[in-house]
């Protein structure tokens, strides 16, 4: 990462990278949507390409000299399918929630019903939340979990559909750590007449990689984020069948985005050509050993976990049997060197801003080169930091023992 020039020009903003450089050396990051981008999707999002205008799609542009441009769009495309086996693919959007915009106004009308995850049952806030602009267009009706089981409730699903005829039902999730039914959801809704979408954010490297059962074969539109566990650049793409592929194109350009992001787009093919790659299957299966093992650990520290367990990178931990809420348990591991972040858990009594549970995530220790012995390590710190969450000398001590770790696995070397 040189950063001569921007050091030169711009002393405020190198000062922030080279602080954010140390950040991530520094803490071990277990936010399960943030990993880092290889040195590859980093120079490609840095490049020249950053400025080019490129409105319109490849071979049908609406600005000269965009015959590169194409080309890398072309790859991005290609790739993809490879990839995940989709008839059609748009890489235009600029994030997974400008994605799922675009499908749900290619077949939505003002005021129609849709369904999805509750967001405080670990659902996303554009699958139907107040505050984001799906629950103020669109009606909207919510399925969750079994409060014993942690488990999405199908019938539940089944019945919700059946009575309020949603238009489309959205499967996906943010904070839901077993497999997800694409196949029983996809029933579901052609039994009811609905289209199906499928948003695969945070699942997206392992259903790439079959650690996951894909939704491609089931549903009607699949969107996805290509960072989190694709571990590429921050943005979106979005997956149909090809009978919707006009409208799709048409709501991203020029429905509801200008000019592609031609670096993004080429940092996104980077990505997926690092996909499809031997090197990343290995990855992503370790992703899942070190999810699994990390779990295993934090339960026998006397942590819950939501559903007892985890199938995927995540796992959403209960911390209302040790009485402490998400807000001090994220702030007491910052104070240790871990970065987590605060989440809401099925049926918690706390505002958002609170919490009663904590989302943790292995894509990022993984990618640093940590296996199971390190998450051992990971679960008993966390313990730790927990158990002393109001007093600072013990937790600066923590933070030791942290760097020290992190030390042992630099995330510039191993990634960069």
Not at 227 to 233: A, D, E, I, S
Request: proline share 4%; charged share 25%; aromatic share 8%.
């Amino acid at each position: 990462m040189n950063l001569q020039y921007l050091k030169q020009v711009d002393p405020e903003i190198y000062e922030a990278a080279i602080q954010e450089v140390q950040r991530e050396e520094d803490k071990i990051i277990l936010i399960a949507s943030e990993n880092y981008a290889s040195k590859a999707v980093l120079e490609a999002q840095g490049s020249v390409f950053t400025n080019k205008y490129a409105e319109g799609y490849p071979h049908r542009r609406y600005y000269g000299g965009c015959e590169y441009a194409d080309v890398v769009e072309t790859l991005a495309i290609e790739r993809a399918k490879r990839l995940f086996g989709a008839e059609h693919i748009n890489v235009q959007p600029h994030s997974g929630t400008q994605a799922n915009m675009a499908v749900f106004f290619s077949v939505l009308n003002y005021g129609d019903t849709i369904l999805g995850m509750s967001l405080n049952h670990g659902g996303h806030l554009s699958h139907g939340a107040p505050v984001n602009f799906t629950g103020m267009l669109y009606k909207t009706v919510f399925y969750g979990v079994h409060k014993e089981t942690g488990l999405i409730d199908m019938e539940e699903v089944r019945e919700l559909t059946q009575r309020h005829k949603p238009k489309i039902i959205i499967v996906g999730a943010s904070a839901y750590s077993r497999i997800i039914d694409f196949e029983g959801f996809s029933k579901i809704a052609k039994d009811n007449g609905a289209l199906l979408l499928a948003d695969i954010a945070h699942i997206a490297g392992l259903v790439a990689t079959g650690m996951h059962p894909s939704p491609i074969p089931h549903a009607d539109f699949v969107t996805s984020t290509t960072h989190k566990t694709l571990r590429g650049p921050r943005g979106g793409i979005i997956m149909c069948k090809e009978k919707y592929a006009k409208a799709i194109d048409k709501m991203v350009f020029p429905g509801i985005q200008g000019g592609p992001l031609v670096h993004v787009i080429a940092a996104k093919a980077v990505a997926f050509k690092e996909a499809l790659t031997e090197e990343f299957y290995e990855y992503q299966k370790q992703v899942l050993i070190n999810s699994k093992r990390l779990a295993k650990k934090l339960i026998n520290h006397g942590f819950q976990i939501i559903s007892g367990g985890t199938d995927n990178h995540l796992m959403l931990v209960d911390l209302r049997n040790i009485n402490i809420t998400g807000k001090d348990a994220e702030e007491a591991l910052d104070k240790a060197g871990i970065t987590a972040n605060k989440n809401a858990v099925p049926y918690d009594d706390k505002p958002a801003s609170i919490t009663s549970g904590l989302r943790l995530g292995t894509p990022s220790v993984t990618s640093r080169g940590m296996k199971e012995k390190e998450m051992d390590e990971i679960a008993e710190i966390i313990a730790n930091a927990i158990e002393a969450f109001d007093n600072a000398p013990k937790l600066k001590e923590i933070s030791t023992r942290v760097k020290e770790l992190g030390r042992r696995f630099p995330v510039y070397s191993a990634v960069l």
